[in-house]
């Protein structure tokens, strides 16, 4: 991640008020900290659906969706390539169906969403153990 797209990034975090451990994250830890955030914003969603609290699921889908957004300025097409390019079709991709579930109270769509993102999330978590030290640092 460069230093500019981490920046902006951690501006997109810090916007979706998730405390002040973003100061101190690595890029790489910046990124997972989004990912459980956006998992946290879907799944209340989902729920506040299923109760008809329609303002909360309002508030639960956009901070979603800042959060989409932070993911998609984080992305690298320079050093990421084909893989940054997937990346923002996918984040585009369920940005477009946490609009949909916010427009028809779609729950299904809010758990596609979450299936997608838990998949993502799932290989980041991962990277950690793959980079050598000097390059956890330096993400």
Do not use: C
Request: aromatic content about 6%; cysteine-free.
């Amino acid at each position: 991640m460069s230093p500019r797209n981490r920046l902006l990034a951690m501006d997109q975090y810090k916007g979706v008020d998730t405390g002040a451990t973003a100061e101190y994250a690595d890029g790489v830890q910046l990124i997972q900290m989004l990912f459980s955030a956006l998992l946290d914003s879907i799944s209340d969603a989902d729920g506040h659906i299923q109760r008809g609290d329609l303002a909360k699921k309002g508030d639960s889908i956009t901070r979603a969706q800042k959060i989409v957004s932070g993911l998609r300025l984080s992305l690298d097409f320079e050093r990421g390539g084909e893989l940054a390019r997937n990346l923002d079709d996918l984040y585009e991709y369920a940005n477009r169906r946490l609009i949909n579930a916010s427009a028809s109270n779609d729950v299904e769509a809010l758990r596609e969403v979450k299936e997608i993102i838990s998949d993502i999330s799932s290989a980041w978590q991962l990277i950690p153990s793959l980079m050598k030290p000097q390059d956890t640092a330096a993400a």
